[in-house]
Structures are given as structure tokens and as C-alpha cells.
């Protein structure tokens, strides 16, 4: 039995939580530095297999205390990609974890448009299982791009096919629909949106909201669909 560990392990995924669930039994203490955004998923609770459930026993009911360090600091400090890391101290628990996840308001309302509704996951499909691309489509990746971005500002890329097992495709009725689309998926209001609920470099399309890509996707056509209050609007589009 040792009386701590000092430790920075891998960051590949879990792979830092299960480094510390290891060594736990075997310590007084941890001090540690890993990423912290598994603790800080406002959607961990609605995932059928987050990190933050699997190890809320092994790890996370065992903080003490905890130091944010952001992603725009970590990554200059570290060059790390756009992941906030936290300084851990683990030992007998007693740190509220909870607030790190929840939901602020903006988040929830998008969120909620989810329930009983369809989402990108649904109506888009995996490249190279439909056979010809015709008509109009759009293209989304699995992974996000730089900045939080759901996917590139460029339109010309959106709208061109690229053979790649990763990537989805979003058909449609039309151009207008389609450009609609892009203009839902670069808006201010879904760049905040993803900043809250990624926690790695995947999207979680199943709780990005569709909307009626028919509408002129505006600012105001969001904050109303969305019902946003004039402060929530301001805090985005402003």
C-alpha cells in the first residue's frame, strides 16, 4: 500500500479512468491531471454507456477535490486538442461532481426538442450503404471540426461527396432545404451547443434536433423555434 501517486497517465479515450480506478486500491491518495469533460457530459446520464456512469464508483465518488484547468489554457500549455483537464486529488470522496454536468439553459432547451422528435441520426445515413447519391445531399462527418464546429464553414464541402467510411449523408427535397440545413448546422445558436455536450472528438448526432429545413433558418426562426428569451438570444446571436 502506498501513501500517494503522483501520476499524468495517457489520454486515449477512457483509458486515463481506468488507469485510476487501478490504482486507487492500492493508495491513500491520487494526485492526478487527465481530461474532465466525462465529468462535465450534460448528456452522460442519457448515454447508454458514458464514462461517467461506468465510473462513478471507481473514480468519481473517490474525488476530493478538483481544479479546472480550460481547454484554451491545457491546449496552450500542453497542446492538447480542445479538452479541459482537470487536477485531481482522490482519496475518500466528497467532492460534488454533480454541478459539473448540469444542463444551463440553452443547452436544455435544445435538448428537450430531441425527446419525441427526430434527430440528424435519424434522417442521415451511412456512405456507401444506399447505393447511387442523387438528388440533394449534404454531407456530415463523425468527428467535429476545430473550433467545436458540427461542420465546415464551407458550403462547397458540404454539398460534395467524399468516400470516406465516416461520414453520413442528409438527403433532401431541395436546394433550399439543403442550404437551410448547412445554415442550422454553422449557426451560432448549434456551435454553442455542441461546446456543451461533446466530450471527445465525435458527434453525438442523436441529440442534435432536427428542424422544418423548409424554413429560412434566421436567428430569429431559432430563437422562436427553440424559445429562447430575449436574454438567451442576446447571450448567442449578439
Same mark, same amino acid.
Given at each position: ?11 486515449? *479515450? ?25 465529468? &462535465? ?13 461506468? !465510473? ?7 474525488? &476530493? ?23 485531481? +486529488? ?73 468516400? +470516406? ?5 442528409? !438527403? ?41 429545413? *423548409?424554413?429560412?433558418? +434566421? ?9 429562447? +428569451?430575449?436574454?438567451?438570444? *442576446?447571450?448567442? !446571436?449578439?
Amino acid at each position: 500500500m502506498f501513501d500517494c501517486c503522483i501520476m499524468n497517465p495517457p489520454y486515449d *479515450k477512457s483509458l486515463h479512468l481506468k488507469i485510476i480506478a487501478e490504482i486507487l486500491p492500492h493508495c491513500d491518495k491520487v494526485v492526478n491531471i487527465s481530461p474532465c469533460r466525462w465529468l &462535465e457530459d450534460p448528456l452522460a446520464r442519457y448515454k447508454s454507456n458514458s464514462e461517467y456512469k461506468k !465510473f462513478e464508483d471507481k473514480v468519481s465518488k473517490k474525488i &476530493e477535490d478538483l481544479i479546472i484547468v480550460e481547454a484554451d489554457v491545457a491546449n496552450e500549455l500542453f497542446d492538447i486538442d480542445h479538452t479541459d483537464l482537470g487536477i485531481y +486529488t482522490l482519496g475518500n470522496g466528497g467532492y460534488d461532481y454533480s454541478k459539473l454536468s448540469e444542463m444551463d439553459s440553452i443547452t436544455r432547451k435544445i435538448f428537450e426538442k430531441c425527446k419525441g422528435n427526430k434527430t440528424i441520426m435519424d434522417i442521415s445515413t451511412i456512405e456507401g450503404y444506399r447505393g447511387p447519391h442523387e438528388g440533394f445531399f449534404g454531407v456530415i462527418g463523425s468527428h467535429r471540426h476545430p473550433d467545436s464546429k458540427f461542420i465546415s464553414d464551407d458550403y462547397g464541402l458540404f454539398t460534395t461527396y467524399r468516400e +470516406t467510411c465516416g461520414n453520413k449523408l442528409i !438527403f433532401f427535397d431541395s436546394e433550399n432545404e439543403r442550404k437551410n440545413c448547412f445554415n442550422y448546422l454553422t449557426s451560432k445558436l448549434l456551435r454553442y451547443y455542441s461546446s456543451k455536450i461533446r466530450t471527445n472528438q465525435r458527434i453525438p448526432w442523436q441529440f442534435v434536433p432536427v428542424i422544418d429545413f *423548409k424554413e429560412d433558418c +434566421t436567428d430569429s426562426y431559432l430563437k422562436q423555434y427553440f424559445g429562447l +428569451t430575449d436574454e438567451e438570444y *442576446k447571450n448567442i !446571436f449578439c
